[in-house]
């Protein structure tokens, strides 16, 4: 079966790459783009390890198929530092060590980027509920929280 | 090491108990950090398991001729690729091994024995290919009623799973074939006359199902077998060298043809000890003369990996009215699954050792069924147990009136008090550990309307075993720490403050890796919480060689004795009468090495028969809604003995990850499972994990009675946390709803059903 053609653009990038019908949009950040950060976890959406934003919006890349990354713009771990800067978020999951094996980071990242782009001061509450589609086995959440909360002070303070 | 070298209680230190940011974790906030699947390599082929449909059936015949026509295929294997590898047990340990076993876990050879069991494996040039082809591999079936309950597997005229398996262990045994696999049973004192002496009696049935660890990251392994029959293999596991062994034993290589280099790892909890899939890219790798890569997917995570028993449990404790416990007994039956192996001999060995108690059976049943076979799960056996022995204990306490700290203080063990399974403990903290509980504002805090507290105990042994550290010095007086252990919860951070602080320079001088089987010296694997312990024990002793070297070639330097060189924080400094020689920085010397003898590089070996075991204390907080049977954890405080905290975050960490794994076990993980054997949620949508809307932040309390089997005191803390949070949580809402809950999970529909009934469905 002749392949797709994509062309997209990827942490603003134009990037254009060839796919099958199934393929979802994960697949081939993983496969033929070599972009493994964005993690498989379920591949049915459930655990938000394949957490991307596409044209502004959080989504599971896994439920995406990857033609339908046609036009748009996707944005996934590997561009969310500035050059050699970390974000506030990054920065604040090391100093609060909210990651034990590390697998679900590249999700929780891309989730939290986007809560306080959203929301930038959210209540402990607001960020559980919005961090609630990533699954971390490891923590217990409670860092990972700590990171978040004090992320978005360091952006608030940085903004202001 | 010896005791003596124990300063654990007095030493200041200066960089262990400091919050580093760890080496590792710039990759993994930033995605570069490679896992399993994450590995490539040219020419690479997709490798995927074929799955029985069956939960117990004799395989007659496979015939894989179809299979191999699909186009893109490249191999296709079954039994016969594979050497039979002859059933036996070993025993090590509180368990054991059976080699045959694994290699009929990893594929299946006379019988497939639950439903998701492997019979073959596929190579192609496409994972999807590779799956068309499964689908054409003819299978001729007997297929054999299944063994899917306790009651049905100890039935009078039970189907058999394992011809032959006679029941091993302590105590009559039943005759003939059985698929009770194991019996273990420890005693003392006289159990009637305990129970006869007793003022007061609880007792309870208990029923907890089979759980998965649940690990975000699914087994993934990257295998290329090359022309002159070495094996390389990638794949994220606890322990390399352990897969090593296996892969050799299953695969049929020679061991030292095998090299195994551990990725990242996304979780384990045990259940990335044992082996799955690696044999078989080996295999596929070997037949196609190209590497081949397998990922699971979920559902095969939960259908053909871990799990953890489902138990069925019966305990009682009699007391005195005063509270000391005068006798206790247990009746345990574990699911094994496919083959023997359950951690019921841990539960047995756990579940009442942090009490004294002169009269006591605890016996135990690992009984086998058509169900997954279980892998380690943190703490294995324990959580199970203490679920039933705190549950009691809470019941007494409410008998006797009694504060249920207080009692708890009353009968816990101390130094020198010994275990059911029979040695003395030695330094411990639980005492320590349930004062601190008592005493902390979580435990007196006011609770609102529909709300209950509930505390519960537990103890896991911490293992020794073996580990090897490689320290070398760079010529600008950087080190590298180089062990074999995969860290999978900042044990990097913990090696290189070790080696930091014995050097005297700051962690971020001290690069730490983890090796593959080629580059370090064995370790077993990163489990039984014994790395810090362990290979920290490796580390700190080849980094006291390091600076031995040091101090020599300072000394060589100044041409003085080396007695008169004193090591101090990063220098060498004269003593002795050579005080005017002054002192030499670590990165001076370090910049002569190539004058002064060559490069300065130390190893050190351990093999610590024993740990110090860590004791906690569990206190939650749980609100029920009445109207829809749903509980919340509104407030969760964890309090341990670490020992020695190398790093306080990962400590915390421990516990807190530890505290919501257990509950999730409390309140809503279990395998369902179909009139087969399917298992019917084989999915993270319905195994619900616990998320982050589920939980409060998780209040930690560290608490440090140095361990002197360790230089610095350490203790393991990673398996103690699971085993408190069953009871504490069962507890907790006993006194929210006056219902005692003896079956987990205690889900919504569970407890609605209870609080309508009045309880009699718990």
């Known amino acids: 079966m002749a392949k797709l053609r994509v062309e997209t653009t990827i942490n603003g990038e134009e990037t254009e790459f060839l796919c099958s019908g199934q393929d979802s949009l994960l697949d081939v950040l993983r496969g033929p783009l070599a972009m493994t950060g964005t993690k498989e976890g379920c591949t049915t959406g459930d655990c938000g390890a394949c957490s991307i934003v596409l044209d502004g919006r959080l989504v599971p890349s896994c439920l995406v198929l990857a033609a339908e990354a046609e036009g748009r713009v996707v944005e996934t771990i590997e561009g969310v530092a500035d050059g050699q800067k970390l974000t506030a978020v990054q920065q604040q999951f090391l100093e609060h060590g909210a990651l034990q094996c590390g697998i679900c980071t590249p999700g929780f990242i891309i989730a939290a980027e986007k809560l306080l782009e959203k929301n930038p001061d959210p209540t402990e509450e607001e960020a559980r509920y919005y961090l609630a589609g990533n699954l971390c086995r490891c923590t217990g959440y409670d860092k990972i929280i700590r990171a978040v909360l004090d992320a978005a002070a360091v952006r608030r303070e940085e903004r202001a | ?762």
């Open chain 2, 1 to 762: 090491m010896s005791a003596d070298t124990n300063e654990g209680q007095e030493r200041k230190f200066k960089r262990i108990g400091t919050r580093p940011i760890r080496h590792d974790g710039l990759d993994k906030v930033t995605g570069r950090a490679r896992f399993g699947a994450d590995y490539a390599l040219p020419g690479m082929l997709h490798g995927v398991m074929v799955r029985s449909p069956y939960a117990h059936a004799r395989i007659l015949s496979i015939d894989i001729s179809q299979a191999e026509k699909v186009p893109g295929v490249r191999a296709v294997v079954t039994r016969d690729d594979f050497p039979d590898v002859p059933i036996g047990w070993i025993p090590a340990g509180s368990t054991g091994v059976d080699l045959g076993a694994n290699a009929r876990t990893v594929m299946a050879r006379e019988k497939v024995l639950f439903h998701g069991h492997a019979f073959a494996a596929v190579a192609a040039t496409t994972e999807l290919a590779a799956r068309e082809a499964g689908k054409l591999i003819k299978v001729e079936w007997e297929v054999l009623t299944p063994v899917l309950s306790l009651e049905q597997a100890l039935a009078k005229d039970a189907p058999i799973l394992h011809e032959g398996q006679e029941t091993k262990g302590d105590h009559p045994t039943p005759e003939g074939d059985s698929n009770i696999a194991n019996q273990v049973c420890f005693e003392g004192g006289d159990i009637a006359a305990g129970f006869e002496e007793a003022d007061v009696i609880v007792e309870g049935h208990f029923e907890t199902p089979m759980v998965h660890q649940g690990y975000i990251e699914p087994h993934a392994c990257l295998a290329n077998v090359r022309e002159d029959g070495t094996c390389e293999v990638w794949c994220p596991t606890q322990g390399a060298f352990g897969v090593k062994g296996e892969v050799a034993s299953i695969a049929g290589i020679e061991p030292s043809l095998v090299k195994v280099t551990p990725t990242e790892i996304g979780g384990g909890f045990g259940g990335k000890i044992p082996v799955y899939i690696e044999p078989v890219a080996v295999v596929l790798s070997r037949k196609a003369a190209r590497p081949v890569k397998i990922t699971m997917s979920r559902e095969e995570v939960f259908r053909g990996s871990g799990p953890t028993s489902g138990s069925r449990m019966w305990a009682r404790i009699g007391a005195k009215s005063d509270g000391t416990f005068v006798a206790v007994e247990t009746k345990f039956d574990f699911e094994a699954g496919a083959f023997r192996g359950s951690p019921v001999g841990a539960a047995c060995m756990t579940v009442f050792s942090p009490y004294n108690c002169e009269n006591f059976r605890i016996f135990g049943r690992d009984i086998v069924l058509n169900k997954p076979r279980v892998a380690a799960y943190r703490a294995p056996g324990a959580p199970i147990g203490a679920f039933a022995a705190e549950s009691l204990i809470d019941e007494l306490a409410m008998k006797l009136d009694r504060n249920p700290i207080d009692l708890r203080i009353q009968n816990a063990v101390a130094e020198g008090d010994r275990a059911k399974y029979g040695p003395r403990f030695g330094t411990i903290g639980f005492k320590e550990v349930l004062e601190a509980t008592r005493s902390h504002p979580h435990y007196k805090a006011e609770l609102g309307p529909n709300q209950g507290r509930g505390v519960a105990a537990g103890f896991w042994f911490n293992a020794g075993m073996q580990s090897s550290a490689t320290v070398s010095v760079n010529d600008d007086g950087s080190a590298v720490v180089r062990t074999g252990n995969p860290d999978i919860g900042g044990s990097r951070a913990s090696m290189a403050l070790m080696c930091a602080e014995e050097l005297g320079v700051d962690v971020a001088r001290v690069r730490p890796l983890v090796g593959d089987t080629d580059s370090v010296g064995y370790c077993d694997p990163t489990g039984g919480s014994r790395v810090t312990y362990a290979t920290g024990m490796a580390v700190i002793e080849a980094t006291r060689q390091v600076v031995d070297h040091l101090r020599a070639r300072a000394a060589t330097i100044w041409d003085i004795e080396l007695d008169a060189v004193e090591w101090q924080d990063g220098n060498a400094v004269a003593i002795n009468g050579s005080a005017e020689k002054g002192s030499m920085s670590l990165e001076d010397i370090a910049r002569k090495m190539r004058l002064t003898g060559g490069p300065i590089v130390s190893s050190a070996s351990v093999n610590p028969p024993a740990a110090g075991p860590g004791f906690g204390v569990h206190v939650c907080d749980l609100e029920v809604d009445p109207e829809t049977g749903v509980s919340k954890v509104i407030r969760y405080t964890v309090v341990q003995d670490a020992g020695k905290a190398i790093h306080p975050t990962y400590v915390e960490g421990q516990y807190q990850g530890g505290a919501a794994q257990g509950i999730g076990w409390a309140l809503n993980e279990e395998y369902l499972w179909d009139a087969e054997g399917k298992v019917e949620n084989a999915g993270f949508l319905d195994y619900r994990i616990p998320v982050a809307s589920d939980l409060p932040m998780i209040d930690t309390v560290i608490v440090e009675v140095a361990n002197p089997l360790h230089p610095y005191g350490v203790r393991g803390v990673g398996e103690t946390p699971i085993v408190p949070p069953l009871g504490a949580v069962a507890n907790a809402m006993r006194h929210a709803t006056g219902i005692r809950f003896h079956r987990l999970p205690m889900s919504p529909p569970r407890v609605l059903d209870a609080l309508d009934s009045d309880g009699a469905s718990s």
